[in-house]
């Protein structure tokens, strides 16, 4: 079933169970089993086909769009690895969902569209995705998103910004970031 994961009580599909496509691809690389290299095929092949025409990805069987961020820069870090062993249609298939999703979240990714931990995501995801298709865009978001980050820093060191929405404020702590 390409890599995908049946819920149980929906019966459906979740799309974030595609972010297995690059430890996939790491496990083809340190170990040269093709069994994981053709898993990591496999599954980019399906979280290709779930994508919208926005470029982004819906977190299954949800509608947000968020997770865009981490799906991205799992493909964007498999690409190399896998690059070669794709052939002449899936090559072309992935370079277009990797820039559709880098230009949707060129477009969308801000602290009034997602939580902080999606905004700290995208800028590495945008930077990963420039070393492969390099875009003056991806580079001027990562910054800017890097930078606002970087500002919901507190003296601990904890990235402040998911919890209750005011508005377009956002408050609260993430321990774990």
């Known amino acids: 079933n390409y890599g995908g994961l049946i819920c149980p009580e929906t019966n459906l599909y979740h799309s974030r169970a595609a972010e297995g496509v690059y430890p996939l691809a790491v496990m083809f690389k340190h170990t040269g089993e093709k069994k994981y290299l053709v898993a990591s095929i496999k599954l980019g092949n399906w979280l290709i086909t779930q994508q919208e025409i926005g470029g982004e990805w819906l977190e299954t069987p949800w509608t947000w769009t968020g997770t865009t961020a981490d799906q991205l820069l799992m493909m964007s870090l498999t690409y190399p690895i896998v690059e070669i062993y794709l052939t002449s249609t899936e090559k072309v298939s992935w370079e277009k969902s990797i820039k559709n999703a880098a230009d949707f979240l060129v477009k969308n990714m801000s602290p009034d569209f997602a939580t902080i931990n999606y905004c700290a995501t995208t800028p590495a995801c945008l930077a990963t995705t420039n070393l492969i298709f390099p875009d003056k865009a991806y580079l001027e978001k990562a910054r800017k998103l890097s930078r606002m980050v970087l ?10 910004g998911e919890a209750a929405r005011v508005g377009k404020v ?5 321990p774990a970031y």
């Open 151 to 160: 500002s919901k820093m507190n003296e601990e060191g904890f990235i402040e």
């Open 170 to 174: 956002k408050y609260g702590l993430d």
